[in-house]
């Protein structure tokens, strides 16, 4: 087990990062240096195995009460609304996205904490840049609520590591796909849907058109790549707002192939939604070279070995 100076706090712990990040912490550092905290009640499970909080991360008193309770140093502050669900609540995306993030900010600048991890996300591009292999240093022109507050955030962090030296670490997260907790309101979650469907009814009708591809990532290199961007010394960090992580890009046509793959009778149709112009005006796949070489980001699954792990696991937690 490492050593650590104080507490790590995850904010929306419960969530689908978090749930996954937590535990990989705890294996890490110990389960008595990790808190959760989550708006939502902790699970009713007898054996609850870290320290729970129940935390809006708006309530910035009862935040700071539970930093200074616990003597938490780094803060993974995952909680954020996503694509679909800001559109519907802008104002709300706008503050919940926005404002704990500079609270956060403040008391790293203050040096009541260390570090601060804050996911940005591909909805920071928009328009005016290629399709393919977006790279690093593009023009930023998100059209969504969502990417707004994202490209925001990145702006802050990278005013608060240049003006105080706040050390808070961002990555641009692509489509996030895992079994153990359901992704929440996203334009990329078509790509976790599609496999509960495949397992318990054969079929999946899909919001997002059959030939939009979209950069997409298996939660367990994601959580590799944040602890590893985490850990990395200072001085190799040259990018202060957020990394470009590109994961695989596939359309919906290709992931239901893949599917096919392991259950041959699966089908798919197409209803495209309001979420069908997000994700078109999305980048379809993302040169990650700067986080590969600054701190050596690396993947381990491909879209075949991802459908494989998924259908196994969601298999296993079904029975
Ligand atoms: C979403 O679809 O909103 C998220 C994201 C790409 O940030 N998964």
Redesign the pocket.
């Known amino acids: 087990m490492e050593t650590i100076t104080g507490k790590i706090l995850i904010t929306g712990a419960l969530g689908q990062i978090g749930t996954e990040l937590s535990a990989t912490l705890a294996d890490i550092y110990g389960k008595h240096n990790v808190i959760m905290s989550d708006v939502r009640e902790a699970p009713d499970a007898p054996d609850a195995p870290l320290t729970f909080e129940r935390l809006d991360v708006m309530d910035l008193e009862t935040f700071r009460g539970i930093i200074d309770r616990h003597e938490v140093k780094v803060v993974y502050h995952l909680a954020s609304l996503?694509?679909?669900t800001s559109e519907k609540n802008p104002a709300l995306a706008w503050r919940l996205n926005i404002d704990p993030l500079l609270f956060l900010c403040n008391l790293a600048k203050d040096r009541v904490i260390d570090q601060i991890f804050w996911p940005s996300?591909?909805?920071v591009f928009g328009r005016g840049i290629p399709k393919e292999n977006v790279g690093q240093e593009v023009p930023l022109n998100p059209s969504t609520v969502?990417g707004i507050t994202k490209l925001a955030g990145e702006k802050w962090c990278e005013y608060y590591f240049n003006q105080h030296g706040v050390d808070v670490r961002s990555i641009r997260?692509?489509?996030?796909i895992s079994w153990k907790a359901p992704?929440g309101?996203?334009?990329?979650?078509y790509a976790v849907e599609i496999y509960h469907k495949a397992l318990e009814e054969g079929r999946y009708t899909s919001f997002i058109a059959e030939n939009t591809a979209m950069p997409m990532l298996y939660m367990d290199d994601a959580i590799a790549a944040t602890i590893r961007l985490m850990r990395a010394p200072s001085q190799a960090i040259s990018v202060r707002t957020s990394y470009n992580l590109g994961g695989m890009s596939f359309t919906p046509k290709q992931l239901a192939a893949s599917i096919r793959r392991e259950i041959p009778g699966f089908e798919i149709s197409y209803a495209p939604d309001f979420r069908q112009a997000i994700a078109e005006s999305w980048p379809a796949s993302i040169d990650d070279s700067v986080a590969r070489k600054d701190w050596g980001l690396a993947y381990w699954y491909d879209m075949d070995t991802m459908t494989k792990e998924m259908l196994e696991n969601l298999r296993v937690k079904a029975s």
């Open positions: 996503l694509s679909g996300s591909i909805a969502y997260y692509p489509g996030l992704a309101g996203g334009t990329t979650d």
